[in-house]
């Protein structure tokens, strides 16, 4: 049997997620949401003494900075953009008549100034941008939100809906290789804590635009990416479960980012999949959370 099929028919079994009858867009359970809750106060508590700020997207982001991101030279097939009817009373009606029989309703339906966010960290840049240069110390945000990437899958960790928990650094290239470094050890320590197996991982998929020439195996070649993978599914491909990004000064010019001296920013972030953190808890500790070992138990509820 399919062990992704059967993973996934085990958590509609046991009511931790439920189906939608879409493939990669699921109801949470309270259980499901609470790991996920414990999970991101254990990753907060790692970054307590050096975030400036905290912030929560919603699954939305600006048409503009979409754009300005270069997600479609790169995914143009993974992206979601929201449409509105933007018809008369005429086309209403036209639209009624398509409903009534079956028929493809959307020919009115316009694009609105909202994409869906495909990635946490990209509404975050924007808004630096807006506050003029960054302090000398540099910016450092905790921040989460829903994402979105038109994958669908009956991998329970691969959803077309999901979240990022992200901390995010803006400043010089020696403040975001530092936070870099630090975060992926971070990341393998709460790893231990939670009594997950994984490993740490060069990543070649490209995370900014093909149009910069920036392609993967120079990405790999220079270490811009780090995945932190656990298996989920299956222990011959395991799941990347955060990664370690270091984006160079691409945002900042993107974004028109500034540092004090007048030259773009560098930007750097790590990303926390909560969904397929929690679904590792799941596999590896079993559906009971009463009965997970007594060490993760204590991590996550202290
Ligand atoms: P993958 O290679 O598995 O598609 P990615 O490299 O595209 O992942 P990132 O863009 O680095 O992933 O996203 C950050 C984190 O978000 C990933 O490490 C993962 O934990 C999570 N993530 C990415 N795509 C999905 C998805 N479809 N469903 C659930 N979580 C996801
Ligand atoms: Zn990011």
Redesign the pocket.
């Known amino acids: 049997m399919d062990k992704q099929v059967s993973f996934l028919d085990q958590l509609f079994d046991q009511g931790i997620l439920h189906d939608s009858g879409v493939d990669?867009l699921y109801a949470r359970s309270d259980l499901f949401e609470e790991v996920i809750t414990r999970f991101e106060a254990l990753a907060k508590s790692f970054g307590k003494d050096e975030t400036s700020e905290a912030m929560v997207f919603p699954p939305g982001m600006p048409i503009k900075d979409f754009e300005t991101s270069g997600y479609m030279k790169n995914f143009p097939h993974l992206a979601g953009t929201v449409h509105a009817f933007c018809g008369n009373d005429h086309d209403h009606a036209g639209l009624l008549q398509c409903l009534e029989v079956g028929e493809d309703w959307s020919e009115n339906q316009k694009p609105t100034d909202v994409a869906l966010t495909p990635?946490?960290c990209y509404p975050l840049y924007p808004i630096l941008a807006r506050r003029g240069a960054l302090p000398a110390e540099g910016a450092y945000v905790a921040l989460q939100s829903y994402?979105f990437?038109h994958?669908p899958?009956r991998d329970p960790?691969?959803?077309?809906m999901?979240r990022?928990r992200e901390f995010v650094r803006a400043g010089s290239a020696d403040q975001a290789i530092a936070f870099r470094e630090t975060w992926k050890q971070r990341g393998q320590d709460i790893m231990k804590l939670l009594e997950l197996p994984c490993t740490v991982d060069v990543?070649n998929?490209p995370?900014f635009g093909r149009a910069g020439k920036m392609m993967g195996s120079s990405q790999r070649e220079q270490e811009l990416?780090f995945?932190?993978l656990v298996p989920v599914n299956s222990a011959a491909n395991p799941?990347?479960?955060?990664?370690f990004?270091y984006h160079m000064d691409n945002f900042g010019k993107a974004w028109d980012i500034r540092q004090q001296d007048g030259s773009h920013a560098h930007t750097a972030c790590v990303?926390?999949?909560?969904?397929?953190?929690a679904l590792a808890l799941f596999r590896h500790h079993g559906m009971d959370v009463e009965s997970w070992p007594a060490g993760v138990r204590k991590a996550l509820w202290g």
């Open positions: 990669g990635a946490a994402c990437r994958e899958s960790a691969r959803m077309q999901f990022q990543a998929d995370f990416k995945e932190l799941t990347a479960c955060m990664s990004n990303g926390f999949g909560l969904e397929r953190i």
